[in-house]
């Protein structure tokens, strides 16, 4: 499951991590958060990454978590900015589809265009020299935040998926399959969600300000006609049915990784009541892993990740606050 990588060390840091050297380095002393080892650590990186040892890219993902702490966000966002320089992976759903799209191709036997290998999940290379990268002339960061967007995303959280994956976790539960027969639905079902989700999702969505309905409307269109790119390749070969039960199929990083931590969470973790923010995490995790040599994540992802052995798979370090004075000191022996 391993992907081609960077010349460089890329490291990803949740966004538990991100808050907590945002608070050291930029805010005031009376966050509860260590201090000393978080502005150790934020100097180190950026030591490292002004040497090109290392690259930290952003994501989708940190700007939308960012701005759901409104005091903070700037402050957050500017020190995501400042490690990330520049450098962030595409949407998720943009990424498990350009997968797909290989795995498809693969599958018929047919050429899939070739292109740098980081176009896949990155905006850019990142082994882009730090000295070349365009520095700001003025020194003004101008960061910009949609208010109305922000609440809408965090109603989808805490209001549909949530609550949503709560009930679809209790409903799984009920048929006590293994771990591996609820991988192998869980592939499955990821992928009718991966083309079908908005256009199912669009009854349950509530009262949907006015000005998002047309972007919903475009989203679902932008699903359909991936999944016409994807049936039109499976036809070149044995078709889609035959395709979504090959190995090709099964082993596509993105369902495979979020499945198998899904998986994990229902039948080896049954009782335990997620967060609203958990499906985020299995997005975020499923996203990244593969083309990360560090994850710094949270201790139940972690232990997911661990379990599974998705971080192995993939020869993914993943680091815990638990752990800070440990991955300080990986990034200071770079």
Known sequence: MTQQRSQKKIIYLDQNWLSDLTKAVRLDGSSPVDKACFTQLYEVMQRAIAEDKIACPTSPHHMSESNF????SAD??????ALSRGLSFNHS???SHYQLLGAASRFAGVDFPVEPWWCLPFNRDPDTLDSTLPRSRTGIEVIVTFLQWVSEERRLRDQIQGPMYREYKDFRRAFKLSYQDEVIFTIHQLFREGYFRLSDALAQLGDTPADFGEIYHTAVLRQFSWLMEIKGICEL???LP???????FANVPYLSIRAKLMAAD????????PENSLSA???IAATVVPYVDVFATENYLAELLRGTRVANDC???VFTMRQKDEFLDYVSRL
Request: net charge neutral; proline share 0%.
């Open 266 to 273: 229902i039948v080896r973790n049954g009782r335990r009541n």
């Open 69 to 72: 702490d409104s005091k903070r």
């Open 281 to 283: 995490d299995f997005d």
């Open 76 to 81: 957050f966002r500017s020190v995501d900015n």
């Open 242 to 248: 035959a395709f979504v039960r090959s190995s090709e």
């Open 93 to 95: 759903e943009q990424i």
């Open 315 to 317: 020869e993914c370090s």
């Open 237 to 239: 070969g044995a078709g």
